[in-house]
């Protein structure tokens, strides 16, 4: 690769850190307070008021949230949980870090999302939770999951990783399911570097999970090194270490300010790409549902493989060599050799998901891109799928 090219590389991703996020980092700094302080409380009560939910604990990753949803449940061994196929590990992680066995559900065509349908044939009286995933920002079908859930009394974790600032059915993401998990990773919509928050109405559940992500120490006992602060603390839990920091928090109050206008600059680069790729043969895009909004964290077309003499992954190889980089969401679950294993996963039982992961291509999409960066990569994807015409 020469130089001249590598400075002409598009990256897949760069998170957006301005001066205000520099200026509340080196404030933290100064303050002498570096671990979970006042600045993670008040992000997190910005945070639940954002996203319209009572409560939001700040936690050290959005894996540490969706375990701990489930874990401060009393979830475990014996007990099943489902979840995406075509989704990041760590939901099946988490899953069975509790002892509990994680079950596999397709997605729906449109979307990516769980298949309501598919939750349905897999209960059992085993049944505890579900974990929805919204894919690419876009709101998992919540009505449908919620209505199966009250029925049985089964716990929602909504893993929103991707979909901080989406709506569904006008109501933020954050405060619907009976748990919402957000990831602040430095690649997501809101970056703190690593981070994630747990959200929920339900005041036991975010009590419960407060003192399980400090060692499972008595509420508050981060206040002990304050004047008038007591050295004495219980343990009444083997908890974990998952607390968030205020430097993380720094970073976080400051990218919350920018959020709306954040998501807002990831519609306006989405319909760029729309517009600009609504009449290319090779390739298939996907239209958000009616009843939400979008948050556009990933922009993914699909390769059509009856109108191209290539697949998924040579276009990606060819976007590469013009000097684009891209992604795929997500390797299925079930490739994985520890699930495929010690689960038995087969592609067989997720049709869907294997046709999704087999032609699907995540574009560039964030906030600090430029329209004529969108652009480049608008005439790249369409010259390939022209050349490379069946
Ligand atoms: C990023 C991501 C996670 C994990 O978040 P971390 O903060 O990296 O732990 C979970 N689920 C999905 C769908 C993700 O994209």
């Given at each position: 690769m020469s130089s001249e090219r590598d400075s002409d590389f598009l990256p897949y991703n760069r998170p957006y850190i301005g001066e205000e996020e520099i200026a509340e980092v080196v404030d933290t700094l100064r303050s002498g307070?570096?671990?979970?302080g006042p600045k993670t409380r008040r992000f997190e009560e910005e945070l639940a008021r954002y996203a319209g939910a009572r409560h939001a604990l700040a936690l050290s990753s959005g894996t540490a949230a969706l375990h701990l949803a489930l874990a401060a449940s009393g979830i475990g061994p014996g007990d099943e949980v489902i979840t995406s196929?075509?989704?990041?590990?760590s939901c099946a992680h988490v899953i069975v870090h509790t002892g509990a066995t994680p079950v596999l559900a397709d997605v729906t065509e449109d979307d990516a999302n769980i298949d309501p349908a598919a939750i349905e044939r897999l209960l059992t009286p085993r049944t505890r939770a579900i974990m929805p995933v919204d894919y690419g920002g876009q709101p998992c079908r919540l009505d449908a999951i919620m209505a199966l859930a009250g029925a049985r009394g089964l716990l929602v974790v909504e893993d929103a990783a991707h979909s901080i600032g989406a709506t569904y059915r006008e109501r933020p993401i954050?405060?619907?399911?009976h748990a919402t998990a957000f990831s602040f990773y430095?690649?997501?919509?809101?970056?703190?570097g690593e981070g994630g928050a747990l959200l929920t109405n339900d005041a036991a559940l975010d009590e419960r999970a407060r003192g399980l992500a400090?060692?499972?120490?008595?509420?508050?006992?981060?206040?002990?090194?304050?004047?008038?602060?007591?050295?004495y603390y219980e343990i009444t839990d083997a908890g974990f270490k998952y607390n968030f920091t205020d430097i993380q928090a720094a970073l976080g109050l400051a990218q919350l300010a920018r959020l709306e206008w954040m998501t807002a600059r990831r519609e306006a680069l989405a319909a760029r790409y729309d517009a600009a790729l609504?009449?290319?043969?090779?390739i298939a895009l996907a239209t958000p549902r009616p009843e939400v909004r979008h948050a556009r964290h990933l922009y993914t077309i699909r390769v059509r493989p009856e109108a191209l003499r290539i697949g998924r992954d040579r276009f990606i190889a060819l976007l590469g060599e013009r000097g684009i980089g891209t992604s795929v969401?997500?390797?299925?679950?079930?490739?994985h050799p520890f699930y495929r294993e010690r689960?038995?996963?087969?592609?067989d039982d997720f049709p869907v998901t294997e046709r999704i992961y087999a032609t699907t291509i995540s574009l560039p999409l964030y906030p600090s891109m430029t329209d004529a960066d969108a652009d480049r990569v608008a005439e790249a994807v369409r010259d390939i799928a022209r050349a490379e015409r069946a």
């Open positions: 307070w570096l671990t979970t196929a075509l989704t990041f590990a954050g405060g619907i399911a430095a690649t997501k919509n809101l970056a703190t400090l060692h499972g120490m008595n509420r508050d006992a981060w206040r002990r090194y304050e004047a008038g602060g007591s050295w609504a009449s290319v043969a090779g969401h997500f390797i299925p679950v079930h490739h689960f038995g996963f087969r592609p």
